[in-house]
Structure formats: C-alpha cells, structure tokens
DNA sequence: CATACCGGGATCTGCCATCGCT
DNA sequence: AGCGATGGCAGATCCCGGTATG
C-alpha cells in the first residue's frame, strides 16, 4: 500500500505538472486506462495489492478529505472508483479550478459524481470544448455540471455526444433551442446517439400516424416545447398519448395539435400520475357540474391543469368558488390556476377589500402579475364604482 | 391608456436496474 | 464477480411582461 500510495502522488504531481506546462492540451495523451492498466500490473507484483475485496484506497480518501469530498457518500455512491489504483483527483480539481469553479464545487461534484475523479485531462478538455460549441461561456456549463454532475460524466464517450450534438443540430432546431436543451436537460446529450434517434423517430411516427404531414416540424414542436421529452422512455410517452386520446375521446388532428401545441409538456408525466390525474380532473368538475364537452375543452385548452396536483387544484378551486366564481368562468379562464393558491387568495382578498364583482368584471383580474395587479389596484381605490 | 392574449423564464436530479465486458 | 456505461424511474408550478387589441 505504501508504494501505490508513492506512487499516487508520484502520479498526481506528474499530471498537475504536465497538464499546467503544456495547457491548453492539445495533444496529451495521458489516457486513464492505459495507465491503471500499468499500474494493475505492476502493483500485482508486489505481491500486496489487488486481493479480492481489498480494502479501500486509503491514499484517496485521505486525499478526497483533504478536498473537502464527503468521502463517505461517494463510496456508497460509486464504489468501485475507491477500489481503483489509479485516479485523477488533482487533474480534475486542477481542471475545474482553472475554468473557474470554487473549491466546494469541486468537492460537491466529487461526492456526487465520483467517477468524475476517472476522467483524464485530455477526455474533460475534450468534452469541455464539445460543451462550449453550445453553451457560450465557462460559468454557464460550471452552473450546469454544479447542479449535475452526473450529467457531464456519466458517459465516458466524446464522441458519442459530439454525434449526438449534430444529430440534434441536424433536427433544424434552432440554436435557442439547443442551448436550451443542454442547460435544462443536459442528460439529453449523455443518451446514446441510437436512443436519441429511436426516440426522435418515435414522435416522428406518432405524427405520421396521426395524419400529420410535416412529421420534421412536429418534432422541433414537440422537443422546443418539452425539452424533457428525450430523456423519457417511448413507453411511457406512447401510453400517455393514448390514454389522452382515450379519456378525452380525441380525434386525430386534435391530439395533433394538443401535442405539438400547449399539450406537450405534459407528455412526460408518468403514466399514473397523469391516468389519476385525468381521472380525478373529470371526477371533481363533473361533481361540481361541469359537463363532459367543457371538461374536454378546458383540458385542450390549459392541458397543464394536468400537471397540478389533486390537492392543490382543490384548494385552487376551492377559494375561487368560495369568493363567488362560477366554474364556467374558471373554465373559460383556466389560467387563473397557474398562479399559487396563496397567490390568488390574497388577491381575492385585495378586490374584496375595494367591493370588486367577479361577476360583472370577470376573472381575468386574477392572471395578472404582481406589478400590474397593484397598479389596478390602487387605480380601483382611487376611483371606486365609477 | 387599459386590458387580453400569449409565450416564455426559472427549473430537472439522484437513484436504481440492467447489460456487456473483462 | 465486479465494473462502467446506460436506460429508466419518481417527484408534481408559479410567475412575469411583450404586444396586439380595443
């Protein structure tokens, strides 16, 4: 253990070194695995390592603590990285710091992503630049990789994702949209390039099969407006759309433009979560007399009243009724729902403060944003029944 | 000028199961 | 057997303001 842990900071000092003499690194080719396999080997032959469940390397986690990691997360997490002779803890930290990331960011990566320590200078420098033909500056991939790590390192093939990049340049999305789809749904690019492909003609498919012509324009559609959706299994999209189809009874070009439209984004919920959701929507709108032909109209209309949680929509409803709303103007105006139930109840109180009719002035007063529902406010104090 | 319509911005990871490779 | 890579899952809104319209 002794030597491997010489030659640990041999091993470190020699990648600090070369990585600091000869950046940017075009060309250093200090591939991990050809080194573990040396050092494999070699430690093989003392004759004292590398027996079957040998202990953790001490060396690392000693370093790893020195770095702030929580060491003990990240051998739960990723076992097998403390099991390895070799890693690339200091190439990484040098790395990160370099592109500006504070030393608890570097830690925090580690303890949640430890296989991040495996990746060499020249693969992370690699995998930078592919980042950085999309995302414009440094900060913005640090905030990426901050959040998740495991998005940047969890596949270990650049070139792999640089395919993948131009697989989705290649869809015609524009380059909003793609930088959009790195920042927010950065697993997008660590999927293969076969399933990115699967997927993106799957929803090509469903396009085709709805009668759709345009089955390219559907899915730019379809992926601008629901950045998760390639990081969602085809089954549970497939059994979604037909559920919706199903519940709704919708006819082809319905489902069509619910999903390319206003109803793409709620495509990914999983499959109970949206069978409940439907279920329990129908149920409390028909019990409050809501007829089925409006229920479907309110769902094709504002299909994210889907995504709201049976508890919260009924709370929602709740104190819009209790202050005299009638369904059928919720039921024109569903986006009142988007705001909190905390959000609309102290509005409510607002207007009943200055005598406001929701039954003569409508309800649209409620889908208005902080400022401008204070400035009508204070307008309607001013000038009160005019 | 006021309201209505509409789209967009923030955000979404961290864990487990499985598979193929060595 | 154990590893790394990869697929897949659960989780469950809220808010703002540009611009057309009147």
């Known amino acids: 253990m002794a030597a491997s842990k010489g030659l640990r900071v041999f091993l470190s000092l020699h990648r600090s070194l070369t990585f600091q003499s000869t950046f940017p690194l075009v060309s250093v080719q200090l591939s991990t695995n050809s080194l ?15 027996r079957p469940a040998s202990p953790e390397n001490e060396s690392l986690v000693d370093s790893l603590s020195l770095m702030g990691v929580d060491t003990q997360m990240a051998q739960k997490r990723q076992p097998g990285v403390f099991r390895r002779v070799f890693t690339n803890e200091q190439g990484l ?3 990160l710091h370099y592109k500006g990331a504070s030393c608890n960011t570097i830690a925090s990566v580690i303890s949640r992503y430890p296989r991040s320590i495996t990746r060499s200078i020249s693969h992370l420098d690699e995998r930078w630049t592919l980042w950085r033909k999309i995302i414009p500056t440094d900060a913005e991939i640090l905030s990426i990789l901050d959040r998740s790590p495991e998005s940047f390192f969890r596949s270990s093939d650049n070139e792999s994702l640089e395919k993948n990049m131009n697989f989705l340049i290649s869809l015609g999305l524009d380059t909003k949209d793609i930088h959009r789809l790195l920042t927010i749904a950065p697993r997008t690019f660590s999927n293969s390039l076969e399933l990115n492909k699967q997927r ?7 396009c085709v099969e709805l009668g759709g012509k345009n ?7 379809v992926i601008s407006k629901n950045l998760y959706i390639l990081i969602r299994s085809t089954k549970r999209v497939r059994m979604n759309i037909d559920h919706l189809r199903a519940s709704l009874k ?4 319905e489902l069509l433009s619910l999903l390319e439209g206003v109803g793409a984004e709620i495509l990914y919920l999983s499959n109970e979560y949206l069978k409940n959701s439907c279920s329990n929507l129908q149920q409390t709108f028909a019990l409050l007399g809501s007829q089925n032909a409006d229920i479907k109209k309110l769902i094709l209309k504002y299909p994210v009243i889907l995504k709201i949680s049976q508890d919260t929509l009924s709370s929602k409803l709740d ?10 103007q919720i039921i ?3 986006k009142v729902l988007d705001y909190s139930t905390q959000n609309i109840t102290a509005k409510i109180n607002e207007l009943e403060k200055v005598g406001y009719d929701f ?4 309800i649209q007063i409620l889908d208005m944003s902080q400022k401008r529902f204070i400035a009508k406010i204070k307008r309607l104090g001013e000038s009160p029944e005019e």
């Open 36 to 50: 573990s396999t040396t050092f494999c080997c070699s430690a093989a032959e003392d004759g004292e390592s590398n």
């Open 250 to 253: 919708l006819n082809n070009s």
């Open 200 to 206: 993106v003609e799957f929803l090509e498919g469903i």
């Open 215 to 221: 089955p390219q324009q559907f899915v730019k559609n």
């Open 93 to 95: 930290a040098t790395f």
């Open 332 to 334: 024109e105006k569903p």
């Open 319 to 328: 104190c819009l009724l209790k202050a005299g709303i009638t369904m059928k």
């Open 359 to 362: 039954q003569t002035k409508g």
